[in-house]
């Protein structure tokens, strides 16, 4: 393996261009039996389940040298090296780069599709299927971050100054540790999205296509939409599933994901007015809300006690009502599994607390927050943070109280690096954005704000439940291998079906308003958000039960 000397790199910091100095990128391609990804806490990939000396020709595994700082030249102290994995068919029709959001692990979607593990990807495995672990995850030069860092900030929000100058100095502290521990020295400001499409550009270049195809789900829109605004003329057919846009305010989002946290808790509700097996069935509109505020009415007399979690370091003996709202909000988010949040608030009530388990975050939760630190340009100060939960906690009727925006906030807080201006991002490519009335991860207001963005694209309104509508497509049954993300079968989506048709067409899909999806063509405009209680619920609406699965959060 060749690696360019300290001297190129000075030698290229003396020439005029520095793209130059980047010369094609070339992937080195490895032995996939060699580069194995671990289990995340989103997958349940276990490798006993297959031969590592037999691998599918169709998986391809590699790694890309790419400047860990793109305004300066490739070199050695300057250098990180990206892993990623295809899904490769023999003829392949073009390439699809597939991201999966935040610090969702990427390489392994390659794995699991070429093991037949997924289902996912039916009717797009004449494509050539490109998957990288995001820079600072997993196999692409993963960040040391201790989790423990972060656990002051996982309190109370402040409602003081003094409070807020507590969280800031506890940012502080895990941002300086993040920075010590990282290597190579500096990589910590440099795991944003602007580099990120850089590397997908490297990746373009290196795999010789002219453009490609992109599906971008969750944060992987956000990514999209910026490779889409930095290399237009390298676009091709673009989804993006579930978007977080550019330029919306925080306090705007805070606001978004309460309203959209109100929604999934009252779609729980109407779930469970509908569904007999629901422990509080024939109790009436409304009564589930009631119920869980009931539960944390209860915590807060006296915290749950869990003898299991006695003695562990993976959940914590007392339930918090602090506890109930963060485990509430985790649980309405990715693929809510009602059945089982509704016997939680049941159990809960009848003094078993299990279902509200707490405990410490995982290292995919805490590697999310400096990628999500690099992008985000906010108000540091307490006066901004005040004001938008003030508003929050005003129109939240649930009691979860909680919001993703927040907590990023204060974990951002002491952030010291520069951030780009958060600022709208116009993109005149003819794409399709996909959004689910009822995300409480991603609120639909957002999908309609990145839409307002992008005035040659077309509107999916999936009319249903969960993030990332484009993930609630058949999985196999537990049985058959492990699965991807969403641990049930549910049947195919309305939208799922608009989204394949679009990647292997390019032809927008037209006008449509039917029970389960619909569809605005460029120019029209978003009917308003559908009432919880009207939209069905059950499988085809995206209604996941998992039995006593956890499905777990992608973000
Ligand atoms: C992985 O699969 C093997 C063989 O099927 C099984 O014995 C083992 O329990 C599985 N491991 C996990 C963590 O699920
Ligand atoms: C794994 O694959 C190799 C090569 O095809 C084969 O020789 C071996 O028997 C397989 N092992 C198992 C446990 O199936
Ligand atoms: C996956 O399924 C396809 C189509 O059924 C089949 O051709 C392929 O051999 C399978 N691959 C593996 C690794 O089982
Ligand atoms: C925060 O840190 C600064 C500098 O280290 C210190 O002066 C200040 O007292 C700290 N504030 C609080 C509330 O802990
Ligand atoms: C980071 O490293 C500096 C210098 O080595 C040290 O003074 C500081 O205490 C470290 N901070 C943390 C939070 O690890
Ligand atoms: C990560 O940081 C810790 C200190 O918090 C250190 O002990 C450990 O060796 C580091 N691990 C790696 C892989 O750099
Ligand atoms: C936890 O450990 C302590 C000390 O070893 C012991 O006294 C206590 O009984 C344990 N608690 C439970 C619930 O196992
Ligand atoms: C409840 O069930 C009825 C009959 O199956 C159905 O028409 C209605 O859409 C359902 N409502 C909800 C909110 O699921
Ligand atoms: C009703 O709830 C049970 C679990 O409590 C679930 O298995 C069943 O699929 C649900 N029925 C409908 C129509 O959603
Ligand atoms: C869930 O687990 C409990 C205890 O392990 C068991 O009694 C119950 O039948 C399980 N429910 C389902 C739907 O599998």
Redesign the pocket.
Known sequence: MHLPSRFFCIAALLSFSIARSIPQPEIRWIDCANAVPE?TTSS?F????FNLTDLPSTLHCGQLDVPMDYSKPLCESNMITLGLAMYRPVNPKGVLFFNPGGSDAGVIVAWEVALNLTRTFEGLLDFDLLVIDVRGTFSSNQLNVSLDTLTPLLGPYPTTQNEFDIAKNASATAIQSWINNSSPLGIIQHVGTKEVVQDYEQVRKALRYEKINFLGASYGSFRATQYAATFPHRVNRFVLDSVAPHGRPFFQQAQDNIAATNRALQRADAYCMNNSSCPFYGKGKGYVLEAFKQVLAIAKQAPFFLPDCANTTFCYPYVTDLDIQTIMLLNLGGAPDFPNILDGIYAALNGNGVFFADGPPSLEDVVAIPLLCNDYEFERDFGTFQASLEEGLKNDITGVGQTQAWLIQLMCSAWPFPVPKSKLLPVDKKMLLVTADFDPSAPTEWTTFGWEQAPDSALVVRHGDDHVSFLRSPSLPPSGG?LLTSTTTVPDQASTKITKAFLNTGILPGAQDSEFASVYTPGMTRKPISDPYSVPTGALAGDVDSGNVTVEVPY
């Open positions: 289990p349940t276990n490798t006993s389940t492990q």
